[in-house]
Each structure stands twice: as structure tokens, then as C-alpha cells.
């Protein structure tokens, strides 16, 4: 009876012994590595951003993870809760990771999008430009041919037995046309002849003077009578001019108006308020005739 008794107090504390083993010690190594791993994430700016449920939920289990060792909880149970802890943090960094990465890419391939539309918004606006320049250039033409086209002709006839009106003319501008350039010959004198002093026709005169002088008289008389007549010689070749003046035909050429260029009279009416505008081959009078509908009606 006794040995009984002995053996089942035995089992006893081998089961208060085996109870008291399995009881956290207090220095897992499993925890620490958690804390290091959850640190880690928190530092990562990525894992805030891109990982934060995944942060909180290493975050949870490493605290139930210490709650249930500071409980007195089992050694495997706070040793698996501190390996998953670890895991879940290591995982909220992976996933920032990744999901960063790929933030990137679409960021990449927006702005590439970006680029893309820009140029073609650019290319738009330049052909927009192109078209926008070429229809002023049209424009532009369209007037130029407009000014310079006489006025189209209206038929300004009486319709059937429309009814007529008088309307007062406000302004008539006379429309005319370029001026004409009408061109002409004409004789003009040139004088070639130059100004001062003619020395060879002073040589000459004097020579024939002075023969014509020899001729007079005899002696000395004939000698003075020479250089008299050199000295008048060469007075009279002196004044002789140099050249000759000619005429030549000169082509001259002159702008002018004429009253043949009229082309139309640019006519201004009131009709009921409203100005009308009409084109006529000859100057109007106060009035136009006009239908109900402002026309002008001869």
C-alpha cells in the first residue's frame, strides 16, 4: 500500500516537473529576431507607404507574442508566435518592395503617356497654326482679287409687280481704278561744250591771225601788223567753245489719272433702319428705288 502511495507521488512530480519545463523561459531568441525585423520595416519609408497593413499585422502578432510569454504562456507557442511575427515583417518589406517597383513603372509609363500627348497636342497646334496661316493667306488673296475684279453685276430689274420704295442715299464713294502710266519722246539739246578758257583755239587763232597780219603793209609795218593780228588771233580762238552742243531723243514716262478709270460707284442706302450697300455705273440720286426687302430695284 505504501509502494503504491510512493509511485503515484513519483508521477506527480514528474508531472509538476514536466509542467514547470514547458513554461516560457523568458530568453527566446525567436523574439528578438522579431523586434529586429519589425524595426527594420518601421525604418523602410517604402513599407509605410506601400505595406502598412501588412506592418500592422507583424506589429499584432509580435505583441502577442510578448503578451502571452509575460503570461506565463507555453515556450512553443510564444516561440511559433515570435517565428511569424519575424515573417510578417520580413513579408511588409517585400510587398513595399514590389509594390514600389511597380508604382514606378506606372509613374514611368504615365509620364511616357504624358510625353506622348504632349507631342502630338504639339503637332496638333502646329498643323492648327499651318491651316490657320494658309486660310489668312487665302483670305488675303480672296481680298486682293476682290479689290482689284470689277463689281459683279447685279441684276437690279423689277420683279414682276413687287412693290417699290424710296430709301435716302447716305454715301457714294466713286471706285476707281490703278492710274495709268502714259509715255512720251521728246528731243532734248545736250550741250557738250566745257566751261573756261578754249587754249588750242587760242594757238590756232593766233597763227592765222598772224598771217593774215604778214599780209599788211611792208617794213615794220608789216611786222607790227603781224603780231597785231596773232593777238587778236588768239583773243577771238580763245572764245571759241570747246565741242558742240546736239539734240537726242529722251523717253519720259509719267503717272496720271484719267476720268475713263472710274470703275463704279460704291452706293450707301437706309432702308427701314438698316444699311444696304449697292453698286451702280453711274453717280446716283438723293434716293433709290428699293423692294420690300431693302433691294435695289432701277
Not at 583755239?201 to 601788223?225: F, M, N, P
Not at 529722251?250 to 438698316?274: E, I, K, M, P, Q
Not at 444699311?275 to 455705273?281: C, G, L, R, V
Amino acid at each position: 500500500m505504501f509502494a503504491k502511495r510512493s509511485a503515484s507521488s513519483a508521477v506527480a512530480v514528474a508531472l509538476l516537473a514536466l509542467a514547470g519545463c514547458a513554461t516560457f523561459p523568458g530568453n527566446d531568441p525567436a523574439l528578438s529576431d522579431a523586434r529586429m525585423s519589425l524595426d527594420a520595416a518601421r525604418a523602410n519609408p517604402q513599407v509605410a507607404t506601400y505595406a502598412p497593413a501588412e506592418l500592422g499585422q507583424a506589429a499584432a502578432t509580435l505583441r502577442q507574442a510578448d503578451d502571452l510569454a509575460s503570461n506565463g504562456g507555453r515556450y512553443d507557442d510564444v516561440h511559433q508566435l515570435a517565428i511569424l511575427a519575424g515573417q510578417r515583417a520580413a513579408n511588409a518589406q517585400s510587398v513595399a518592395r514590389a509594390r514600389a517597383e511597380q508604382a514606378a513603372i506606372v509613374a514611368q509609363n504615365t509620364a511616357a503617356n504624358a510625353r506622348v500627348q504632349a507631342d502630338a497636342s504639339q503637332r496638333q497646334a502646329a498643323m492648327a497654326q499651318m491651316q490657320a496661316a494658309e486660310a489668312q493667306r487665302q483670305a488675303d488673296q480672296a481680298q486682293m482679287l476682290a479689290a482689284s475684279a470689277p463689281p459683279p453685276a447685279y441684276d437690279y430689274r423689277r420683279r414682276g409687280n413687287e412693290e417699290l420704295y424710296e430709301a435716302p442715299v447716305t454715301s457714294v464713294r466713286a471706285v476707281v481704278g490703278p492710274p495709268q502710266q502714259r509715255c512720251w519722246v521728246e528731243r532734248q539739246v545736250v550741250d557738250n561744250r566745257s566751261p573756261g578758257v578754249n587754249v588750242p583755239g587760242a594757238v590756232v587763232g593766233g597763227v592765222i591771225g598772224g598771217i593774215l597780219g604778214h599780209q599788211i603793209g611792208s617794213g615794220r609795218g608789216q611786222d607790227l601788223a603781224t603780231g597785231i593780228g596773232a593777238v587778236g588771233g588768239a583773243v577771238v580762238g580763245a572764245n571759241v567753245p570747246s565741242g558742240a552742243t546736239y539734240t537726242q531723243d529722251v523717253r519720259r514716262c509719267a503717272n496720271v489719272a484719267s476720268a475713263s478709270s472710274l470703275d463704279y460707284w460704291d452706293v450707301t442706302y437706309n432702308f427701314r433702319g438698316y444699311e444696304h450697300h449697292m453698286q451702280t455705273t453711274t453717280e446716283p440720286g438723293r434716293t433709290v428705288w428699293v423692294n420690300a426687302q431693302g433691294e435695289p430695284r432701277v
